[in-house]
Every structure is written in C-alpha cells, then in structure tokens.
C-alpha cells in the first residue's frame, strides 16, 4: 500500500500539487492519463522519490527503515522510474552528442550496451524476457548506435536487472516501439506483475497497454478528476503497418524528383543497415515511413537531412543535385523542416533556461514574427509558452518542437514520431494542421509506428 497524504510539490518557484491525496491498494496497477502538463510526470517522480516534498507525506508500506538514509537506500532500489525520454537518460557523462550515432568511426569513449548494463547479464534469462524485447544481440553495440526504441528497451532492462522492484514508474514506455515491441513490453510487464507482486503504474493515453492494468487516474491541472476502475486488456489495437515503402497512389510521375536514392548502401562494422535500396520521391508528395526499430528510418531521415557524414559516398539527389556537388549542408537544411526526438534529447542548458518563446524565436533566428502568434493559438499553448523550457512536460516539450519547426513552410517537412506524447486533442489539432495548412507544393515524410496515427492520416490524405 502507499499512501500520498495532503503532498504540496513546487517546482521552479510555483506550486504545482497542493494539499495532493492519493491511496494505491495492494493489487492495484494504475494507468494516468490527462492533458500535456496535467502533471503525470510529475506524480511519478514524486513517487519515486526524486522530488523535494515541502509538506505532507508519502508512505510505502515496503518501506522499513526509519532513518533517513535507509529509508532513501531502499526507495533507490525497491521504487524503478522509467522517464519519458530514453536517450536523456544516458546522454550525461557518456560522451554522447547530437548526429555522433551516424559517423563510422568507433570512439572508444563511448560506452557499449553490454558496458551500461553492467555485470549481471546472466539474469537476463531468468525473468523470462521475452526474444524480441531481449537486447543480447547489441550487447557489442556503442550506446550511440541505438534507435530510440532500443534505447528505451535498454533502460528498462537496466533498471529491472538491478533488483526486482516493489514500484515500476513507465511514463510513456510504449512511445517509440514498433507494434511487435509493444506488444512484447506488455506481455513482460504482465508477467512481472503477476510472477512478482510489481506493483506497475503507467503514464499513457490508452491506446496500447498491459493487461494488469485495472485503475485509472486522470488529472487536469495537478489534480485528481476521475479516479476508477479499469477494464483489463482492452485499447489493444491489432496493426498491420507494411514494413515497406509503398508509393502513394496519388503520386504523378509528371512531377519533378524532389528525392532520388539508388543502390543505398549502408552498414556499420558487420551491421548492415540498407542494401541496394531505392526511393524516389516526388514534389508533393505525402510518404509515411513504418518498421522494426533500428529498421533505418531515422536514419533515412539524417540522410536527407545532411546530418549523415556518409551522404556524400552515396548516390543521394536531392533538390535535383547530387550530395557531394557543392552545395553545403545549410544549403540542403534551409530548404527542410525537420523534426525528431533527439532535438528534446540534446536540448542545451542554455536553451532550457530560456521561455518557450523565446526558444522558438531562437532557432529560427528571430524570424518567428506573426506567424508564431498564429500557431500559439492554433495549439492553444499560451499557459505555458512563455514558461522556462526547463518545467516543461514531456509533451509540452514535443509541442514547442512542433512549433518551432513549423514556422516556416519549406519544400520538404521530414517528421519523425510528431504524435509522439501528445495528448489525444493535441494529436488531433496536429492531425488537421497538417491536412490543411499545408499546400500541395509541400512534401511531407512521415514517421509513425501507430496504426491509429497511419489509418487516421492515411484516409484524410486520400481525400486531398
């Protein structure tokens, strides 16, 4: 049992949960949900005990010692916190940098997977870790390598080898893996919690969950609003994303070549990551980009973006110019609207002290103008826009991305995961944004491992 008792959290100089109460039962495995900055996030790392509580209590009954250092010794290996963003986890004291997963050579600063596990690899066969979740096969693999979905694989294994916990804290751990992964994660997360008693608590919005699962808490603005049972197994959506490129049907083969790629080879070491592949895409054109993580999407993605050193051994045209023929990167980018989840990752403390709009006028050299209003109001962001980077939510920080990167309309627009975190009323204005604002000139690629997020702008697109 553990019971939060009148908890005030203030965060950043602002009293964010005030006078909070809240009971979890033996047995109970709850799923948050509610808007981007509701304050799930901030429940769970007030539950794992990685915030300052000014007043009030929180009490585990798994929790024994009654000096302060016990106590603080048992929540750090009985409570697991998984954050929403993976990769952050390990970017700190790692050596690890933007674009650093695209270049060839080995550094032997950056640590291996099997370096940030540790020791105790021979547990990985006595949970009962299912093949496709098991990450042996990259054991030899630099940490910088790794798809974002890897990168979450990892740290919840990590964390679990550790020491079985009482607690496990996911905030959005299904966010970035691929369906069969997915499926895989809650298949495990059952298992744990019925083999070991876990109790699991989940920050998610209901569209892919486990089925131990059985309470629901939603918040609005750090309090509680509904709070009830739960129906075990459902919003479990079957999928059947191709895990090839297929040409849209309303592709004109008039139009001019706003991408070539031919024979692309590819591979690191022994791992190869494309063969003789081929991809044309045209002016105007709407793509969506699924598969496996560590399939090579993102890395597609770096390709086009000149973010990949090895563009220029390749035969890649872009803009109707091969890479390599004397335009500059910034030529290339100036021309893209790119986004992707490493940007929140390798977010500089510098720019975290910033506001949100500031931080968008920023990167887009102070060129945002009227145009930013407009979009402001489009996702109706002004109660936190003008907050430090710093405070802002998982998803919060994914709609200052989307902002900062729509503020121009350039020729091609390469989003990778834009749904990810988003709350399902954000997806949906992102979802309209998309169809409607931008013109036919435009292209638009597109990274999604949702069947939800394919199917719902797979139908729009066809009305276009």
């Known amino acids: 049992m553990i019971d939060i008792e009148k908890v005030d959290i203030v965060k950043q100089g602002h009293t964010l ?78 050596n690890l940098f933007y674009q650093q997963r695209y270049y060839g050579m080995e550094d032997s600063r950056t640590p291996l997977v099997r370096d940030v596990l540790g020791e105790p690899l021979e547990q990985m066969g006595e949970h009962h870790i299912p093949l496709s979740l098991s990450i042996r096969h990259l054991l030899n693999v630099e940490l910088s390598r790794l798809s974002n979905g890897q990168l979450k694989k990892l740290l919840l294994l990590k964390s679990f080898l550790k020491g079985v916990p009482k607690l496990l804290l996911l905030d959005y751990p299904l966010e970035g893996l691929d369906y069969e992964s997915r499926e895989d994660l809650c298949r495990f997360i059952d298992l744990i919690a019925e083999q070991y008693k876990i109790q699991i608590i989940i920050v998610d919005h209901q569209f892919h969950l486990p089925r131990c699962i059985n309470r629901h808490l939603k918040l609005e603005n750090f309090k509680i609003v509904k709070s009830e049972r739960y129906g075990a197994g459902v919003h479990k959506m079957k999928e059947n994303i191709s895990h090839e490129l ?105 720019s975290a002290t910033l506001s949100g709009r500031e931080y968008i006028r920023s990167v ?84 999604t491992h949702s069947a939800q997020d394919l199917a719902t702008w797979t139908d729009k697109r066809m009305q276009l």
């Not at 509701?38 to 790392?45: F, T, V």
């Not at 024979?263 to 054109?285: A, D, I, M, P």
């Not at 802002?392 to 900062?404: E, K, P, T, V």
Request: net charge neutral; charged share 25%; with cysteine.
């Open 17 to 94: 949960y005030e006078s909070f109460s809240w009971r979890i039962e033996h047995g109970e495995n709850w799923l948050i949900t509610g808007s981007n900055g509701s304050g799930k996030s901030i429940l769970l790392e007030m539950l794992s005990g990685m915030m300052h509580i000014p007043k009030g209590e929180i009490h585990y009954d798994f929790i024994k010692g009654f000096i302060w250092d016990v106590r603080y010794a048992e929540k750090k290996n009985l409570i697991t916190y998984i954050p929403a963003h993976a990769l952050r986890s390990f970017v700190d004291g790692n």
């Open 246 to 350: 297929t040409q849209s049907q309303f592709s004109d083969g008039d139009l001019p070549t706003l991408i070539e790629i031919k024979n692309l080879k590819l591979k690191y070491g022994s791992y190869e990551v494309f063969r003789n592949f081929n991809w044309t895409v045209r002016k105007g054109e709407r793509w969506a980009l699924t598969g496996r993580n560590g399939a090579g999407k993102t890395t597609l993605f770096s390709l086009i973006f000149a973010d990949h050193p090895q563009a220029y051994a390749q035969e890649i045209y872009l803009f109707g110019r091969r890479r390599g023929s004397g335009e500059s990167i910034w030529d290339i980018k100036r021309r893209i609207n790119y986004l992707g989840p490493e940007q929140a990752s390798f977010l500089d403390s510098n």
């Open 364 to 447: 887009n050299a102070g060129r945002a103008g009227g145009a930013l209003d407009g979009i402001i109001r489009y996702f109706d962001v002004d109660s936190f826009i003008d907050k430090p980077v710093r405070t802002f939510s998982s998803g919060q920080l994914q709609l200052l991305m989307i902002l900062a990167c729509f503020m121009s309309e350039k020729e091609l627009w390469l989003l990778d995961e834009p749904f990810q975190f988003l709350d399902p009323i954000q997806k949906d204005r992102l979802s309209k944004y998309l169809l409607t604002h931008l013109s036919s000139e435009i292209t638009l690629i597109l990274i």
